[in-house]
């Protein structure tokens, strides 16, 4: 059972180039997720997916797209980079969408450098 | 103010001694409360939730919730060197108006544990 898989792991871009990170989840979940983790900043929250079909912006969202492609995968689209995307990113998934029991189960995260 | 607010350390503790670690939350109307332990390099890996006001204990881990006091703690006994690393604090927030309750992240406490 490989949970939250995320590819790539690591990428290096340049300013204005475009990429999309890819996760997808074997644990039949609805609901995931894609944050940003920076030094000093914590996790936040860039966009979620309630379930297939659905996409909201969270705290972040300028400078990124995303698609809930099916119920397993949800990927991550950078158009045109830019150095303030500098993060790392993670994705994650829950069973229930916004349930105050949820618990969110994260991706081992992909490492990325715009220069 | 943040809406959780940890201290970011380092947290230094000789090994087999008792660590703490504190965390305060700014969203009176929050239900629920998890501690996420992240390796340098690595991913969040959930290790304890609570709900209600009181303690919880799994294994040498014990967690701790004051909700009139907007409080949770984490209490690692006999602390082992490979305890070593990040500590976040999350909590369940209700964003007004979309019903959504994201999972708000505090920027973590470095536990360092000395042989």
């Known amino acids: 059972n490989a949970g939250v898989t995320q590819t790539p792991k690591f990428q290096v871009l340049k300013t204005g180039q475009s990429m999309t990170l890819q996760c997808a989840q074997d644990?039949?979940?609805?609901?995931m997720y894609w944050y940003r983790q920076d030094p000093g900043m914590g996790l936040r929250l860039i966009y979620y997916?309630?379930?297939?079909?659905?996409?909201d912006k969270g705290e972040v969202p300028n400078g990124y797209n995303v698609s809930r492609l099916n119920k397993r995968e949800f990927s991550l689209r950078l158009e045109s980079a830019a150095p303030s995307q500098t993060s790392v990113y993670f994705c994650a998934s829950s069973v229930v969408f916004g349930s105050s029991g949820n618990t969110i189960y994260f991706g081992e995260g992909s490492w990325l450098t715009v220069v | 103010q943040k809406e959780v607010e940890q201290n970011s350390g380092p947290l230094s503790v000789p090994e087999g001694a008792i660590a703490s670690l504190n965390c305060t939350y700014s969203d009176r109307v929050s239900q629920s409360f998890f501690w996420y332990r992240q390796y340098s390099g690595k991913s969040p890996e959930l290790i304890m939730s609570?709900?209600?006001?009181g303690d919880k204990e799994d294994g040498r881990f014990t967690a701790q919730l004051n909700k009139a006091s907007q409080y949770v703690s984490l209490l690692i006994r006999d602390s082992q060197p490979s305890d070593s690393a990040t500590y976040l604090c999350?909590?369940?927030?209700?964003?007004?108006?979309?019903?959504?309750?994201?999972?708000?992240f505090g920027t973590g406490t470095r536990l360092l544990v000395s042989p």
């Open positions: 997916s309630a379930s297939e079909g659905t996409t």
């Open positions: 999350a909590v369940n927030s209700l964003t007004t108006g979309t019903g959504f309750q994201k999972l708000v």
């Open positions: 644990m039949n979940h609805n609901s």
């Open positions: 609570i709900y209600s006001n």
